[in-house]
């Protein structure tokens, strides 16, 4: 009976974040087209991969609560929502809408204010993805990046995040006996600290690791995550070309929404280095969009992204095969998943 309950208010409370979206996504469009006429009406889905889309975003809720019931993390995860950065920042959302609309008009997409640094960072990161104000580099951004994504995937980011859990937990059990204390898991470009979050609730004792590029979203990480007990993760600033830890540390490397935002070439070198980082025996785990080759039948979400957002790198994402370049490097035993808008790679270091 109190199971069902819990069901039922995580279910309501997924179908209340839906309809926020689709009401954010509808005014926000429209008044858009007050303003700036030119730029036409966004890009709309068909009905018939509405009623898709539905079903999957269904299928996912229901896995999510399934790996509560398999003790993966605890039912009070789902529930879990940053109520005061939503008080705080939704209304600052809206007033930074206009000059992302300017951009998308002028089509400018290096556009920073003066108080950003741009030095040191590769050239392919300087760039306003998703057209938003400071690209990754500001404060602001840090402070509005999750309620945009929220809305983007109609509250189901960590819903798509908690996926990476349950094979994370299984990839760990190939160290038999190894305390939660001694086992090491980095988070590769894990921006605002969400997954490390997740990953803190669901495995208390673990030593965590986060790096990124963006001092902002590395602050904004240690605000979210001090607000957890326990041990807080070890957050360094690091491109993750170039991981700065020694070979064979850790037990688990896992990366999230990142490959769709690199070039090629880049993602074979991130790769390169989450292998080199890996214990023998320890597992990968790679969150990031759908691809063509499995969901064909969303092709119109994946043709319609990079055209709204700015995401240079997204439509050859699409199509890259990068089970080939996980085993290009070494990897084996790699496992792919779909889960709603996301795609998984699973892949173990031989031991
Ligand atoms: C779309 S966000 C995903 C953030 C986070 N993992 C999540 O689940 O929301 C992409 C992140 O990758 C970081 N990033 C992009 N290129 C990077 C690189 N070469 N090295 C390290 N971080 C990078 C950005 O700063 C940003 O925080």
Same mark, same amino acid.
Not at 28 to 52: C, D, F, I, W, Y
Not at 220 to 245: D, H, M, R, T, V
């Given at each position: ?26 005014? *926000? ?34 896995? @999510? /609560? ?5 003790? +993966? ?27 992302? /609309?300017?951009? +998308? ?11 950003? *640094?741009?030095? !040191? ?29 929220? +809305? ?34 980095? @988070? ?21 690791? !986060? ?14 995550? *001090? ?65 063509? *080759? $499995? ?5 119109? +979400?994946? $043709? ?28 084996? @035993? ?18």
């Amino acid at each position: 009976m109190f199971n069902n309950l819990t069901k039922l208010s995580y279910q309501t409370f997924q179908q209340s974040k839906n309809y926020f979206s689709l009401a954010h996504k509808i005014l *926000s469009s429209r008044l858009q087209n007050l303003v700036h006429p030119t730029v036409g009406e966004m890009s709309k889905t068909s009905p018939a991969v509405m009623v898709k889309i539905q079903a999957k975003l269904n299928q996912l809720l229901e896995t @999510d /609560w399934q790996d509560t019931q398999k003790q +993966i993390y605890p039912a009070s995860l789902l529930f879990d929502n940053q109520w005061q950065d939503f008080f705080r920042y939704y209304p600052l959302l809206w007033l930074d809408l206009p000059q992302t /609309w300017e951009r +998308i008009t002028q089509n400018r997409y290096q556009d920073f204010s003066p108080e950003t *640094s741009q030095e !040191g960072y590769p050239n392919y990161y300087l760039q306003n993805f998703h057209y938003q104000t400071d690209g990754y580099l500001s404060d602001l951004s840090a402070n509005l990046y999750d309620l945009q994504v929220e +809305i983007l995937f109609s509250g189901t980011a960590d819903p798509m995040r908690r996926r990476i859990l349950a094979p994370l937990q299984h990839g760990l059990q190939k160290f038999p006996g190894l305390p939660q204390r001694q086992t090491r898991i980095l @988070d590769v470009a894990c921006g605002t600290g969400r997954t490390l979050k997740l990953m803190r609730t669901a495995m208390p004792q673990v030593s965590l690791f !986060g790096t990124d590029l963006s001092p902002a979203y590395l602050r904004k990480a240690n605000q979210l995550l *001090s607000q957890n007990p326990g041990e807080l993760p070890q957050l360094l600033q690091a491109n993750a070309e170039e991981l700065p830890y020694r070979d064979n540390y850790f037990h688990a490397v896992t990366s999230v929404f990142l490959f769709h935002e690199l070039p090629a070439a880049v993602r074979q070198q991130v790769i390169e280095q989450c292998f080199r980082v890996t214990k023998p025996g320890g597992v990968l785990i790679i969150c990031d969009s759908i691809q063509m *080759s $499995d969901s064909p039948e969303l092709a119109e +979400i994946m $043709d319609g992204f990079p055209k709204m957002f700015h995401e240079p790198f997204y439509r050859h994402y699409t199509t890259d095969n990068l089970v080939q370049r996980l085993e290009k490097v070494g990897f084996e @035993d790699i496992e792919t998943q779909v889960h709603f808008l996301s795609k998984y790679f699973i892949a173990y270091k031989p031991a």
